[in-house]
């Protein structure tokens, strides 16, 4: 099974910025995709953020051009870089990280979620 370790959110004030970071141990291999959605307050989870393999992106329209997400395989994390933050990223933040141990199999693994909280 796959771990996953969340940190880096916190409470920021608008314009702000914070680095999330999502630590991946146990049984990760053949990682497809990694990512990051989010959970505001009675709205449903939405993706803010993917990283295939293979180095492509994928981001939400609302957050493009102010967060980035990125990875370091050596050391099994992934990343994102929220700048210019606003009162509408407040959320809880989830990492999620896709594996296939097999052709044409697919495993998601979900971290624990990290609160972020933007102040106006």
Known sequence: QVQLVESGGGLVQAGGSLRLS????GSIFRVTRMGWSR???GRQRE???ALTSAGNTNYADSVKGRF???RDNA???VYLQMN???PEDTAVYYCNV???PSLGVFKDYWGQGTQVT???
């Open 22 to 25: 999502c630590a991946a141990s």
């Open 39 to 41: 959970q505001a307050p």
């Open 47 to 49: 993706l803010v953020a």
């Open 68 to 70: 980035t997400i990125s």
């Open 75 to 77: 050391k099994n994390t």
């Open 84 to 86: 210019s933050l606003k």
């Open 98 to 100: 896709e594996v296939m």
């Open 118 to 120: 933007v102040s106006s």
